[in-house]
């Protein structure tokens, strides 16, 4: 799709920018690579606009999300809900609502928006620009090395008048600084609804970020995932993707190597079931020199579930000394499954490593095998290898209780 | 204990075993030696109940029939076969594979499951008899384990597991003299009155170390001669030849140290 060069600024004005954006440029369709497996009926069935405060409460919170020790901002039909929120945090660490901050501190918070990556690339970012009002904001001061994780809570409830909600998370870390992030996004109903949420990330020089992601929207839901990241010198970005509820669930991350010496490292879980689509996109732009990136995907597709890694290393002119590996990793469960794989890689600088691989596999009749030979049952034994092969990128994460959550999520507490 | 009648077996139509008779009487240990292609593995595998094997005959163990059920039920009847390959599986934690097989046992028996604490107890004296560390249970199963290191988690596994009967394929391939020693030990430990094995192997080697009560040849899926542990000693002078009579063109090279007496 061709890019119209307009920043947007998030607010009416803005809004106007972005509607028109996808007034002359349209939705994105099978034709677009970035969008090809996406179900495009579903996705223009949504309904979104400026964000409506809903008065209902969410049911049993805390049973959905991993609890974790920190503070917490949590947004509902894109608007922060300050009763289920917990703001506070040590000296250094500013948590706010998108809305608030935008009053407080509008040249900050709209350099975050008006960075080149900011350009519209397709209707659903213009869509999220137009009506992300609100959301969290983090913003992290200069040498600052936090010891609780951060947590940012995405909850959808579609009802009558709207069944879809969007939501802008901005994360900016200063200089040398140190935090994790967990964002979880969930839903509420058996609706048909959607959610679409662009996380925008600046890590300052030598800053250092741990982002988990954890999507686990109901299977009546779509949920639409952007993370933006911006790298500068010797910067350290982390991110943890589990990519497991929604009929539809997508994940991309554009991540610009800006700074030299700064490294990426993106691994992730996509687990299928049912008729689901999990979606895959990633790009890491290697502008500067002497950068590493790392992606390591894994999926797991049962049933008719569809999985799709679709993993792009762009090396810039002038990136020397770059260091990129890629890998996907697949276990089908049953022949209607389907997996879609593909590198792309376009290097343009020299004395560049770039290593990319993918395998897609069956269990293993002979450890299945084995397994049975010491008496665990067919089932126990299946579940056992799956789990194994998923516990590789659980293993990732840093934080315990969310890799308890997630073991929990995925039917197992064995670790 | 064991009563294996006019067994055979094929796989992808091709013949392995034609007719094999063996008793086992509990307490008893069996060598069952043989050349390369002879049958040795295809009956241990047909004894634990590999999926992919044709099979006739009768197996009996304990007075149960074996032939029909699952390799899992196998195992609770007190079946236990140490592989010759054990099997690589990352991502499953050894300490939790373990738990996992001896409740599964103790469960398809009706018994109450172990603990993870009274397990671990339990699992750290079966260690010691194969002298493994105790981070070999945080590791996953066999991967990334050494030749000696997978085979002492085989006899680690037999040793929680306590079979009825059981059945070491080629247990001694690719081991050195220290780790053939600790390994023997691990199985003579576990010798008993209740207990019966078969040790399969190409080399007498092995049975200087585990004395076998009975020794018996395999020769195209069928066994041709039995006796005592001096009928091991008669093979390593003088090989297979005599028992064959066809060519041995896949004769197997001769050990590389020698332990012979």
Redesign the interface.
């Known amino acids: 799709m061709t890019a119209a060069p307009a920043a947007v600024d998030p607010t009416v004005a803005g809004r106007t920018v972005a509607l028109d954006w996808v007034e002359a440029n349209g939705y994105p369709t099978k034709r677009h690579d970035a969008w090809r497996y996406a179900p495009h009926q579903q996705l223009t069935a949504l309904s979104f606009g400026p964000p409506v405060t809903l008065a209902s409460s969410v049911p049993d919170l805390e049973a959905q999300i991993p609890v974790l020790d920190g503070p917490r901002i949590v947004v509902v039909n894109g608007v922060v809900d300050v009763e289920l929120s917990s703001m506070t945090g040590p000296a250094g660490l500013h948590l706010s609502s998108l809305l608030d901050a935008r009053r407080e501190q509008p040249e900050r918070i709209s350099s975050h928006f008006d960075r080149g990556d900011s350009q519209i690339t397709d209707a659903y970012m213009a869509l999220n620009l137009a009506f992300g009002g609100d959301g969290a904001v983090v913003l992290i001061d200069d040498d600052v090395v936090l010891d609780v994780p951060i947590h940012i809570v995405d909850i959808e409830v579609p009802d009558e008048t709207r069944n879809a909600s969007c939501t802008g998370v901005v994360i900016e870390l200063g200089a040398r600084s140190s935090a994790t992030v967990v964002e979880t996004r969930i839903g509420v109903g058996a609706e048909f609804g959607g959610s679409n949420i662009r996380t925008t990330i600046t890590l300052g020089n030598a800053a250092s970020l741990e982002h988990v992601l954890l999507q686990d929207v109901p299977p009546s839901h779509v949920h639409l995932s952007s993370i933006d990241v911006h790298q500068a010198a010797d910067s350290r970005f982390l991110a943890r993707s589990f990519n497991l509820g929604a009929s539809y669930g997508r994940a991309a991350y554009d991540v610009d190597l800006a700074g030299p010496g700064a490294h990426v490292d993106l691994s992730g879980l996509f687990f299928g079931f049912g008729d689901q689509i999990l979606d895959q996109q990633i790009n890491v732009v290697h502008s500067a020199e002497n950068c590493t990136s790392r992606q390591s995907f894994r999926g797991v597709l049962d049933d008719e579930s569809t999985g799709i890694f679709n993993g792009g290393i762009e090396v810039r002119p002038g990136a020397d000394g770059t260091d990129a590996e890629q890998s996907n990793q697949n276990l089908i469960l049953s022949d209607r499954a389907e997996i879609n794989t593909q590198p792309r890689l376009e290097i343009l600088a020299d004395e560049v490593a770039c290593k990319h691989g993918a395998t897609v596999g069956q269990l293993d009749d002979t450890a299945m095998y084995y397994m049975r030979s010491r008496g665990i049952p067919a089932t126990e034994a299946r579940r056992l290898l799956i789990n194994g092969f998923a516990d590789q990128v659980v293993d990732e994460v840093g934080i315990e209780s969310v890799q308890a959550w997630i073991t929990s999520r995925l039917g197992h507490d064995d670790v | 204990m064991l009563h294996v009648n006019n067994l055979t077996a094929a796989i992808g139509g091709k013949q392995i075993l034609n007719g094999l008779d063996l008793d086992v009487g509990a307490g008893e240990v069996h060598a069952i030696m043989g050349p390369n292609g002879s049958g040795k593995s295809t009956f241990a595998h047909a004894l634990?109940?590999?999926?992919g094997y044709e099979v006739t005959g009768t197996v009996t163990l304990d007075g149960v029939d074996l032939l029909d059920m699952?390799?899992?039920a196998?195992?609770?009847a007190g079946v236990?076969?140490g592989?010759q390959y054990?099997?690589?599986?990352?991502?499953?934690?050894n300490m939790?594979?373990l738990r996992?097989?001896?409740n599964?046992?103790r469960r398809?028996r009706g018994e109450t499951e172990v603990g993870a604490r009274d397990f671990l107890k339990v699992a750290k004296e079966a260690m010691d008899l194969v002298e493994m560390k105790q981070d070999f249970l945080d590791r996953?199963v066999n991967a990334g384990f050494s030749g000696g290191e997978k085979k002492r988690n085989e006899i680690l596994?037999m040793a929680l597991?306590q079979p009825r009967l059981a059945i070491l394929d080629e247990t001694d391939s690719g081991l050195d003299i220290d780790a053939l020693r600790v390994i023997a030990g691990g199985v003579n430990a576990l010798r008993g009155p209740e207990r019966s094995m078969i040790v399969i192997t190409h080399y007498q080697r092995l049975l200087d170390y585990i004395k076998p009560d009975f020794v018996h040849v395999l020769v195209d899926g069928r066994i041709v001669e039995s006796g005592d542990h001096t009928l091991a000693l008669h093979l390593e002078d003088h090989g297979y030849a005599s028992f064959v009579n066809h060519d041995l063109d896949d004769a197997p090279e001769r050990p590389l140290t020698g332990v012979q007496s």
Not at chain 2, 86 to 93: C, F, L, S, T
């Open positions: 634990a109940g590999r999926d699952e390799p899992e196998r195992a609770a236990f076969l592989f054990p099997v690589e599986i990352p991502g499953v934690n939790y594979f996992t097989a001896v599964s046992v398809a996953a596994q597991m």
